[in-house]
């Protein structure tokens, strides 16, 4: 069974740090890997989607990369904003009675400190 | 282009009362799910469809039941809720095992 890990759970940084974000999951038979952000009593949002053929992919301030071998991918994010804070969720696509649905960590709560 | 809706937003139930909670999509995607979020924890998947007709059971799919009778509605029931239903439901849409899924804003219930 797929399980994702997300370390840590929470994080506090200050205003302006570069900071990594670490998913890990324990099979890598994975179509691809998809990071999200979820402000308090809100939905998900889509930040960065890796195939698994891919290593990294780039938006803006965000960097996430993908080892499937070793089972890990990290979110780098540049020069933080206190509009950072959120959590961010790491979820994997996997084969599952015919279908592809996302399995999920549990998140990591990251706060920005002006 | 409104992506995926849920409605109700909120909503309290007394134990043993049912509902439908509502997942509408306008992307013409054919695969959708729903998955509960409990507090600390990660998203789990209740059921899911890969087509109007078609559905299938996730992990945690009792005390649940779906229908799919088009593309763009998937409704969640709860038949008889309990307090363990507790949670915030989320339904998803994506056109293909290769592309990033889309999510609704959430529905959160309170079962009393």
């Known amino acids: 069974k797929q399980e994702v890990t997300q370390i840590p759970a929470a994080l506090s940084v200050p205003e302006g740090e570069n900071l990594v974000l670490n998913c890990s999951f324990t099979d890598s038979a994975i179509y691809n890997l998809q990071w999200f952000r979820q402000d308090p009593g809100k939905g998900l949002t889509s930040l960065l989607l890796i195939q698994s053929s891919q290593r990294e992919q780039t938006s803006g301030r965000l960097n996430a990369s993908l080892d499937k071998s070793s089972g890990r991918s990290t979110l780098y994010i540049a020069a933080s904003q206190p509009g950072d804070s959120a959590t961010y969720l790491c979820a994997v696509r996997i084969l599952y009675s015919g279908n592809t649905p996302l399995v999920f960590g549990k998140g990591t709560r990251l706060s920005v400190i002006a | 282009n409104a992506g995926v809706t849920q409605t109700p937003k909120f909503r309290i139930l007394k134990i043993g009362q049912s509902m439908t909670l509502q997942c509408t999509q306008d992307?013409?995607?054919?695969?959708m799910y729903w998955y509960r979020q409990d507090p600390g924890m990660g998203l789990k998947l209740i059921y899911y469809?890969?087509?109007?007709?078609?559905?299938d059971k996730g992990e945690v799919p009792n005390g649940y039941n779906v229908s799919r009778s088009t593309t763009e509605d998937f409704p969640l029931r709860l038949e008889l809720a309990a307090p363990s239903q507790t949670s915030v439901y989320f339904c998803?849409?994506?056109?293909?095992?290769?592309?990033?899924?889309?999510f609704g804003q959430g529905t959160r219930l309170t079962v009393v």
């Open positions: 998803a849409t994506v056109v293909g095992f290769d592309t990033e899924a889309f």
């Open positions: 992307m013409n995607h054919n695969y």
């Open positions: 469809s890969v087509g109007a007709g078609i559905t």
